[in-house]
């Protein structure tokens, strides 16, 4: 099979292809491209592999950064681009199911695909579009068919994050497992513990993002493999829940982590832990939590002016795109209104400040200060007076007198 039109993508990356084969070396495109490309999917990275050990390609190329040379990757720097340029390789075995032993470089393009995961990932296609398929890629694709490349066993015992990625695939392109592959992954999910919290965070959020995320959830709990995720342990009737809700597709993580807690039944208090737990950054740990407690209430009731102003447009956008999950109708345009209406959009925006405070009352900081800001603050929300510093000094003033 040979493609009918070569993608941009690839175009610009041919000159590194025919420099390396007029050195005397094969160089193939190969990995998940090649997969997006056969499903007229977006390309996301060009990865090529050759013949010519790392020595050689250093040799070819005068700008290189040897970014994995231990595994035989280097980066090549060209006008047309950066490039990971990775040689032929087999590998040894795996006694941490999770890095070989040791890397031997070879010159057969067979040897290197047979280490790959996925039938749908093991093609290489040549400079001329020509699609080199050894394993039966083409008509697992057509199929839509996951199916380990070789023993699904072997595999898996290489790397046990392959069968986090087999369903990560199942959420992102809703294809099945082969019946011996799934096997496999079911009788195999407890590798997963020997795989870093981090590494299973990146495949396990581009699964909540899937398309299919009902078909991935389910395939996840019938796998056993969320047993072995942070957090996750004896949840499997709560995970079946999740995949429940209506099949539209989450937009972005922090919106994920939201559904996924919510479904849990967590309460507030437990969502920084098992964040932590999954190794979340502070600043998504902290999206979270806002949109979480803001999704709450406006599960019951509109925005008040009060969660508005406290949750900000940003946080309060990512609440309101959330009730279509709830089966509650979403009105973007009025939460911008709202939002927009409102006298003040933080305490940066009162007319007075504490300073202003402390010079009218001729008082030093305590926390007066900070109950006057915030009664005034208050005030000024609701519209009981207008944010001018005359008429703040004075409601501060009568707000002292009764004191």
Same mark, same amino acid.
């Given at each position: 099979?040979?493609?009918?039109?070569?993608?941009?993508?690839?175009?610009?990356?041919?000159?590194?292809?025919?420099?390396?084969? &007029?050195?005397?070396?094969? @160089?193939?495109?190969?990995?998940?491209?090649?997969?997006?490309?056969?499903?007229?999917?977006?390309?996301?990275?060009?990865?090529?592999?050759?013949? @010519?050990?790392? @020595?050689?390609?250093?040799?070819?190329?005068?700008?290189?950064?040897?970014?994995?040379?231990?595994?035989?990757?280097?980066?090549?720097? !060209?006008?047309?681009?950066?490039?990971?340029?990775?040689?032929?390789?087999?590998?040894?075995?795996?006694?941490?199911?999770?890095?070989?032993?040791?890397? !031997?470089?070879?010159?057969?393009?067979?040897?290197?695909?047979?280490?790959?995961? +996925?039938?749908?990932?093991? %093609?290489?296609?040549?400079?001329?579009?020509?699609?080199?398929?050894?394993?039966?890629?083409? &008509?697992?694709?057509?199929?839509?068919?996951?199916?380990?490349?070789?023993?699904?066993?072997?595999?898996?015992?290489?790397?046990?994050?392959?069968?986090?990625?087999?369903?990560? +695939?199942?959420?992102?392109?809703?294809?099945?497992?082969?019946?011996?592959? +799934?096997?496999?992954?079911?009788?195999?999910?407890?590798?997963?513990?020997?795989?870093?919290?981090?590494?299973?965070?990146?495949?396990?959020?581009?699964?909540?993002?899937?398309?299919?995320?009902?078909?991935?959830?389910?395939?996840?709990?019938?796998?056993?493999?969320?047993?072995?995720?942070?957090?996750? @342990?004896?949840?499997?009737?709560?995970?079946?829940?999740?995949?429940?809700?209506?099949?539209?597709?989450?937009?972005?993580?922090?919106?994920?982590?939201?559904?996924?807690?919510?479904?849990?039944?967590?309460?507030?208090?437990?969502?920084?832990?098992?964040? &932590?737990?999954?190794?979340?950054?502070?600043?998504?740990?902290?999206?979270?939590?806002?949109?979480?407690?803001?999704?709450?209430?406006?599960?019951?009731?509109?925005?008040?002016?009060?969660?508005?102003?406290?949750?900000?447009?940003?946080?309060?956008?990512?609440?309101?795109?959330?009730?279509? %999950?709830?089966?509650?109708?979403?009105?973007?345009?009025?939460?911008?209104?709202?939002?927009?209406?409102?006298?003040?959009?933080?305490?940066?925006?009162?007319?007075?400040?504490?300073?202003?405070?402390?010079?009218?009352?001729?008082?030093?900081?305590?926390?007066?200060?900070?109950?006057?800001?915030?009664?005034?603050?208050?005030?000024?929300?609701?519209?009981?007076?207008?944010?001018?510093?005359?008429?703040?000094?004075?409601?501060?003033?009568? &707000?002292?007198?009764?004191?």
């Amino acid at each position: 099979m040979k493609l009918k039109e070569i993608p941009t993508e690839y175009q610009q990356a041919l000159p590194i292809l025919k420099k390396i084969e &007029k050195a005397g070396h094969e @160089a193939y495109f190969v990995g998940g491209s090649v997969r997006d490309v056969l499903l007229n999917q977006p390309i996301h990275d060009v990865d090529i592999a050759t013949s @010519a050990f790392p @020595a050689e390609i250093k040799q070819i190329f005068p700008k290189t950064i040897d970014v994995g040379i231990e595994h035989g990757t280097v980066l090549v720097l !060209e006008k047309a681009g950066q490039y990971e340029i990775t040689t032929f390789r087999t590998e040894s075995a795996y006694q941490d199911f999770r890095r070989p032993d040791h890397v !031997e470089f070879v010159r057969s393009l067979k040897e290197d695909l047979k280490r790959r995961d +996925f039938t749908i990932n093991a %093609f290489a296609i040549r400079e001329n579009g020509e699609i080199i398929d050894l394993f039966d890629g083409l &008509k697992d694709l057509d199929q839509h068919v996951l199916r380990a490349v070789g023993d699904p066993h072997e595999r898996f015992f290489e790397d046990a994050l392959r069968m986090m990625r087999g369903l990560r +695939f199942v959420s992102q392109l809703g294809f099945d497992l082969e019946k011996e592959t +799934f096997a496999a992954i079911k009788e195999n999910h407890q590798l997963l513990k020997k795989i870093s919290v981090e590494r299973i965070n990146v495949e396990f959020v581009k699964f909540l993002l899937g398309d299919y995320r009902k078909k991935g959830l389910q395939a996840l709990v019938k796998s056993q493999c969320f047993e072995y995720c942070p957090g996750l @342990a004896g949840m499997g009737e709560r995970l079946l829940a999740f995949a429940d809700l209506p099949e539209k597709v989450i937009k972005n993580e922090s919106q994920a982590w939201v559904l996924l807690i919510d479904q849990l039944a967590m309460e507030e208090k437990d969502i920084r832990p098992f964040l &932590k737990s999954w190794k979340c950054s502070n600043e998504l740990i902290k999206t979270v939590q806002a949109v979480f407690y803001g999704l709450q209430s406006r599960k019951e009731a509109d925005f008040s002016v009060d969660l508005l102003y406290e949750l900000g447009e940003s946080y309060a956008i990512l609440v309101e795109e959330l009730l279509p %999950f709830y089966g509650l109708t979403a009105n973007l345009a009025k939460v911008q209104a709202d939002y927009h209406m409102l006298p003040i959009h933080s305490l940066k925006d009162l007319a007075v400040n504490g300073n202003d405070l402390m010079n009218y009352f001729a008082k030093k900081p305590g926390s007066w200060l900070k109950e006057q800001l915030t009664y005034l603050e208050s005030a000024v929300l609701h519209r009981r007076v207008s944010n001018t510093k005359e008429e703040l000094l004075h409601l501060a003033k009568e &707000k002292m007198e009764k004191q």
